[in-house]
């Protein structure tokens, strides 16, 4: 099994920067496709990004260009950059492992505010 630890959540201005850490334990991360998603208050949870090992990351349509996902299996990391962050990004945001099309495990989420 895999376990999962988010970090880097806070509050950022319009046009800011975050990047979300995910600290993965237990088997080897490379057996996982690695995602990020989130939920906004009041909204059902949605993919955000998702990669692959060796694979060609895979985005939202709402976030492409603004945000990348990376992994380092060596050191079971996976990572979302966040750039032009808009108040549409609040969420909190989730880090997922899942194999043969189906979840695996999820992280405790970390809060994303976006706000002047």
């Known amino acids: 099994q895999v376990q999962l630890v988010e970090s880097g959540g806070g509050l950022v201005q319009p046009g800011g920067s975050l990047r979300l850490s995910c600290a993965a334990s237990g088997t080897s991360m490379s057996l996982y496709i690695m995602g990020w998603y989130r939920q906004a208050p009041g909204k059902q949870r949605e993919m955000v990004a998702v990669i692959a090992n060796g694979g060609s990351p895979d985005y939202a349509g709402s976030v492409k260009g603004r945000f990348t996902i990376s992994r380092d299996n060596a050191k079971k990391m996976v990572y979302l950059q966040m750039n032009s962050l808009k108040p549409e990004d609040t969420a909190v945001y989730y880090c997922?492992?899942?194999?043969?099309?189906?979840?695996?495990?999820w992280g405790q989420g970390t809060q994303v505010t976006v706000s002047s």
């Open positions: 997922n492992a899942a194999r043969w099309g189906n979840s695996a495990a």
